[in-house]
T-cell receptor
């Protein structure tokens, strides 16, 4: 069965500093990987996704993520955070294929706080 | 604008009562999903539907029921059999049944049962 681990429950970062959120997955084949962001009381918005090809993926809002097969990781990064980046971030993995449908397995989330 | 509408945003019920959460989408998506979100546990899949008149159990389906009579609608009923119904419920849809097209989420319904 697939699983996703986000080791950091909370991260506090100063505005303008860089941010890296960790994501480790467990899946037998090539995974489909996603990062979503959730503002308080809202739904989730897709930041970026990786299916194949270039292992460095660019997303919206200045975020990027790097797929490292050898480490089973898909870490999210942003060079300089803005106060509006304060939110909860979720990594997710999908199995692919008709039988699996589009079911995703989500990590527990990392809440990001931005200090002025 | 296309999107997913969940209503109501907040819902309060007494223990022992069934309650139905609404989810409507106008994105013309085939697949729809219900997730439950609890603090620190991420999202867990309750039910999903890949086509009209068909749906499958997710990881935590006990105490829940769904229907998919129309492509646009996928209501979730939280029954009195659900032991811990208080949670934030998120509905999502995707354009295809597979190939991991991204999920589009509604803004959620926060259910409180006392």
């Amino acid at each position: 069965a697939q699983s996703v681990t986000q080791p950091d429950i909370h991260i506090t970062v100063s505005e303008g500093a860089s941010l890296e959120l960790r994501c480790n997955y467990s899946y037998g084949a090539t995974p489909y990987l996603f990062w979503y962001v959730q503002s308080p009381g809202q739904g989730l918005q897709l930041l970026l996704k990786y299916f194949s090809g270039d292992t460095l993926v660019q997303g919206i809002k200045g975020f990027e993520a790097e797929f490292k097969r050898s480490q089973s990781s898909f870490n999210l990064r942003k060079p300089s955070v803005h106060w509006s980046d304060a939110a909860e971030y979720f990594c997710a993995v999908g199995a692919g294929g008709e039988a699996a449908g589009n079911k995703l397995t989500f990590g527990g989330g990392t809440r990001v706080l931005v200090k002025p | 604008d296309g999107g997913i509408t969940q209503s109501p945003k907040y819902l309060f019920r007494k223990e022992g009562q069934n309650v139905t959460l609404s989810c409507e989408q106008n994105l013309n998506h085939d697949a729809m999903y219900w997730y439950r979100q609890d603090p620190g546990q991420g999202l867990r899949l309750i039910y999903y539907s890949q086509i009209v008149n068909d749906f499958q159990k997710g990881d935590i389906a006990e105490g829940y029921s769904v229907s998919r009579e129309k492509k646009e609608s996928f209501p979730l009923t939280v029954t009195s059999a659900q032991k811990n119904p208080t949670a934030f419920y998120l509905c999502a849809s995707s354009s295809t049944r597979w190939n991991n097209s991204p999920l589009h989420f509604g803004n959620g319904t926060r259910l409180t049962v006392t």
